[in-house]
């Protein structure tokens, strides 16, 4: 496609529920980035990949949260038995290079937990 | 960790008037990221300063980087009602990932 794809765009979970959130990148790209941004916050880094290597998780808030890239291309987080403090847009952004590349991001996918 | 903050939080202008937002890093940048998020929207990519002291336009827009590489700066001459949004700098030291700024939130009336 021809920018990042995120699903899905809205999810509402029960507390105590599991979640999974795809992100689809831009093709060739090679490093791959979660943000997760809390309302009228800027985007806290979670993870990175470079291609399906995990090279840095320590953003992510705790144990619940696992994030794989195993083919180098697709990317899905997710996160076990939700608590109300992990609703917030959790963005997915790409970028063509390994460091300091301009990222891309995609619209996004909004998770409330009740 | 890294730690980047901006400042003013928010800032109202009249159209036409000047805005500058400010960003301090707490360590040294290897590079320094500006990004745009319209409201409702997501992040994008405005430019990337790389050297000390590096000054960039784009049109309206003048990005600065300071000498030491801890701080950076965004000024928009005669703004526009279509500059609304949350300005965000975002900075790299030695790794690969990228550390947001707190955010200046724009809004510009008639």
């Known amino acids: 496609g021809a920018g990042v794809s995120q699903s899905p765009r809205y999810k509402v979970a029960k507390r105590g529920q599991d979640v999974a959130l795809r992100c689809d990148p831009i093709s060739g790209h090679v490093s791959l980035f979660w943000y997760q941004q809390a309302l009228g916050q800027g985007p806290e880094f979670l993870t990175y990949?470079?291609?399906?290597?995990?090279?840095?998780k320590s953003g992510l808030p705790s144990d619940r949260f696992f994030a794989e890239r195993p083919e180098g291309s697709v990317s899905t987080l997710k996160i076990q038995r939700t608590q109300q403090e992990d609703s917030a847009v959790y963005l997915c952004?790409?970028?063509?290079?390994?460091?300091?590349?301009?990222?891309?991001f995609g619209e996004g996918s909004r998770l409330t937990v009740l | 960790g890294q730690q980047v903050m901006q400042i003013p939080q928010y800032q109202h202008v009249q159209e036409g008037e000047d805005f500058t937002t400010y960003c301090n890093s707490s360590t040294t940048l290897s590079n320094i990221q500006w990004y745009k998020q319209r409201p409702g929207g997501h992040p994008v990519f405005l430019i990337q300063l790389v050297k000390s002291g590096e000054v960039k336009k784009q049109k309206r827009l003048t990005f600065q980087f300071g000498e030491a590489k801890k701080n950076s700066s965004l000024h928009i001459t005669a703004t526009q009602t279509t500059d609304v949004g949350t300005y965000f700098c975002a900075g790299s030291g030695t790794a690969s990932k990228l550390t947001f700024g707190t955010g200046t939130r724009l809004q510009v009336t008639l």
């Open positions: 952004a790409s970028s063509l290079w390994e460091v300091n590349g301009e990222l891309f």
């Open positions: 990949f470079q291609n399906e290597a995990q090279l840095d």
